[in-house]
């Protein structure tokens, strides 16, 4: 039975690589390439194929990406493009391919230019005239919402949160009111700190999927309340450890609605309070966490200014 079922998938797979032949790959463009976030198989017929016939890689660390290539065989000169070179690599990239080479683009893991470098090379490339050509694949906020359950049409990807307490909850602050699922990213040392954030400012009643591991050998996927969060984080240290996605529910129409008018009493009263005063007399009325529209009154401050 295994043999047979082997047999028919690597007949498939040479079929596949037989329509590939057959494909257009242009020269002079840049290839956007996902690779897997954890488990090696995570990766396109397409992308090796790419990966193969390319000239040269840009790539966030040359160490992973070569490890990655050797496991399918693939040798290809590979260079840095990550965070603090982005900008001077991009001007390297528009000329070779204006000399006619086919470049990739890829990260450590998952989709370049999603909290990824890469968004400052593909502007560049398109600012010059030329040709970006993605490949999709492997995406860590794509699989947590497939499996989140939450029943909701959009999505507010916003990825790392600021690492400073009161600046994090800033941000959040801006976030109540939205009605789309809202998507996080978070790395170990500072999820704890991420999670009281979320209660503080969201309040203990909304649903919460964490992700952590999303295909790898430990890959943990947990759902339950912002108030239970923590718990569950602390029960088990191991639960702590891995790369995090945090889906938090978007805000129900009636909370919007409740938001809004919040929003709306703050307003008012910063023209005459300070921030606490106003947050203070806010919850009053409404009966809404005083941190949260402490918060909420920060953001409302801060756009009035710029």
């Excluded at 805000?251 to 409740?258: G, K, L, Q």
């Amino acid at each position: 039975m295994n043999q047979s079922l082997n047999f028919s998938l690597m007949a498939s797979v040479s079929k596949l690589a037989d329509e590939l032949e057959l494909q257009q790959f242009p020269q002079s463009a840049l290839y956007v390439i996902a690779t897997p976030i954890g488990n090696i198989s995570d990766i396109s017929l397409r992308a090796l194929k790419v990966l193969s016939m390319v000239e040269e890689i840009a790539c966030e660390d040359t160490r992973n990406t070569s490890q990655l290539l050797t496991r399918y065989g693939i040798s290809k000169k590979c260079f840095a493009a990550h965070q603090h070179n982005e900008r001077s690599v991009a001007e390297k990239i528009v000329q070779q391919l204006r000399d006619g080479s086919r470049i990739a683009l890829v990260s450590d893991a998952g989709t370049p230019g999603i909290s990824d470098p890469g968004a400052h090379i593909v502007d560049a490339v398109l600012e010059a005239g030329l040709q970006v050509i993605p490949l999709p694949g492997a995406s860590a906020a794509i699989a947590a919402l497939s499996c989140s359950g939450f029943i909701s049409d959009d999505f507010y990807f916003v990825g790392f949160l600021p690492n400073k307490n009161k600046q994090r909850e800033t941000e959040l602050g801006k976030l109540i009111s939205i009605q789309a699922t809202l998507v996080f990213y978070e790395a170990p040392h500072r999820i704890m700190e991420t999670i009281g954030s979320l209660v503080s400012v969201f309040g203990p009643d909304r649903k919460i999927l964490i992700a952590r591991e999303i295909s790898k050998l430990f890959e943990q996927i947990h759902r339950g309340s912002l108030g239970s969060a923590l718990t569950w984080l602390q029960e088990d240290e191991n639960r702590q450890r891995g790369e995090f996605v945090l889906l938090i529910e978007g805000a129900s129409r009636t909370n919007a609605d409740e938001d809004s008018e919040a929003e709306r009493i703050l307003s008012i009263l910063l023209e005459e309070c300070s921030v606490s005063q106003a947050a203070a007399l806010t919850a009053r009325i409404t009966g809404k966490k005083k941190n949260a529209l402490y918060e909420l009154a920060l953001a409302i401050q801060k756009k009035s200014r710029d």
